[in-house]
Nanobody
C-alpha cells in the first residue's frame, strides 16, 4: 500500500487549502484513513480520521474542529482534508495514514496506523 499526499503550499492566515492523499490499493474501502501533522519542533499529532465508508463518521482534534473537514472518495481511492480559516499554528508537514485494524478508541494514536504517506508541507503566513 502506497500513499501519496499533495496539495500543500503557502497560504495567508485566514485562507484555505485542500490536501489530497491518493492510495494505491484495490481495497481502499477497508482502510480507516487519517491525517496527522508535525509542526516545527513538535511531535506528530492527530488531526482527523474517517471511517471506512465515510458516511459522516469522522473525528477531529479539538484544535481543528469546525475549521477542517476530512472526506473520502472510495471510487477514487483518495482521502481529502479541507482546511479553512488557517492560522500560523497550522503550519506543519501533513501526513496521511491508513489502517485496516484501528479501533475507535485508538483512532487518534500514531501507532494505530501501518501505512504513511511522505507528507506535504503547509505554511501559513501571518
Amino acid at each position: 500500500v502506497q500513499l501519496q499526499a499533495s496539495g500543500g503550499g503557502l497560504v495567508q492566515a485566514g485562507g484555505s487549502l485542500r490536501l489530497s492523499c491518493a492510495v494505491s490499493t484495490r481495497t481502499f474501502s477497508t482502510y480507516v484513513m487519517a491525517w496527522f501533522r508535525q509542526g516545527p519542533g513538535k511531535e506528530r499529532e492527530f488531526v482527523a480520521a474517517i471511517s471506512r465508508s465515510g458516511g459522516g463518521n469522522s473525528y477531529y482534534a479539538d484544535s481543528v474542529k469546525g475549521r477542517f473537514t476530512i472526506s473520502r472518495d472510495n471510487a477514487k481511492n483518495t482521502v481529502y482534508l479541507q482546511m479553512n480559516n488557517l492560522t500560523p499554528e497550522d503550519t506543519a508537514v501533513y501526513y496521511c495514514a491508513a489502517s485496516r485494524s484501528v479501533i475507535l478508541s485508538a483512532m487518534r494514536s500514531r501507532d494505530a496506523y501501518h501505512y504513511w504517506g511522505q507528507g506535504t508541507l503547509v505554511t501559513v503566513s501571518s
